[in-house]
């Protein structure tokens, strides 16, 4: 089983800080995401990478940046949080390309809140 | 790039009744359809997925359906219980692609009822 590890459950920032989200998997998956999950949007993509220090943007990348260093950890980051970044936030990691190889295995999820 | 579009948005259901959950996409290269299922606190996790290749598939009291010339699948709980409440995100991708991106629908949340 894959396990995807996500920093903090819960998380409250201020305007204009800097945020970290990191996000940590054990089984040497080469795809890591991002998205963001709000209500009746469904799962968002926001970046994702599909191996060390190679990122993609999805579709809202708008006010994040991504950082792949170590095949096993992806961060994103919040440059200058604002309050329309609250959100939940899941990072996910899965397999490259191929049938059968496709499933996305999710972290817990990490709920920030921007005052 | 590819648009998900998923109805209901709610749906609440007798136990013992079926549901049914409806996606359309847009991009008619796409290839593979996954359903997640997400309970309330947890993670989504993978449920189903069908290739473009096979008309439908089964999985016990699961089945989803797809018909690419209307670019339209479906998800289909027969017998519900009270444990297939959750949200339920159907996707779309091109697997092969490089990082096998998925676009996901909007979700739909049921509820079943005792």
């Known amino acids: 089983d894959v396990k995807v590890t996500q920093s903090s459950r819960y998380l409250v920032k201020r305007t204009g800080e800097k945020v970290f989200l990191e996000c940590v998997q054990d089984?040497?998956?080469?795809?890591m995401f991002w998205y963001r999950q709000d209500p009746g949007l469904g799962l968002r993509l926001i970046y994702f990478s599909y191996d060390v220090k190679m990122k993609e943007k999805g579709d809202i990348p708008e006010g994040y940046s991504v950082s792949r260093e170590k095949k096993e950890r992806f961060s994103l980051i919040l440059e200058s949080a604002s309050t329309n970044q609250t959100s939940m936030y899941l990072c996910a990691a899965g397999l490259a390309g191929g049938p059968g190889n496709n499933e996305q295995f999710f972290g817990p999820g990490t709920r920030l809140t921007v005052l | 790039g590819e648009n998900v579009e998923q109805h209901p948005s709610t749906l609440s259901v007798q136990e013992g009744d079926s549901a049914v959950i409806k996606c359309t996409y847009s991009?008619?290269?796409?290839?593979?359809f996954p359903w997640y299922k997400q309970e309330l606190g947890k993670r989504p996790q993978l449920i189903i997925d069908i290739r473009s290749n096979v008309g439908e598939k089964k999985d016990q009291r699961i089945a989803v359906t797809l018909n690419k010339t209307a670019k339209h699948f479906s998800l289909h709980i027969t017998e519900t219980q009270p444990e297939d409440s959750a949200v339920y995100f159907c996707?779309?991708?091109?697997?092969?692609?490089?990082?096998?991106?998925?676009?996901f629908g909007g979700g739909t949340r049921v509820l079943v009822k005792p």
């Open positions: 089984m040497d998956h080469e795809n």
């Open positions: 996707a779309a991708s091109k697997y092969g692609a490089a990082g096998n991106k998925l676009t």
């Open positions: 991009d008619s290269a796409s290839n593979y």
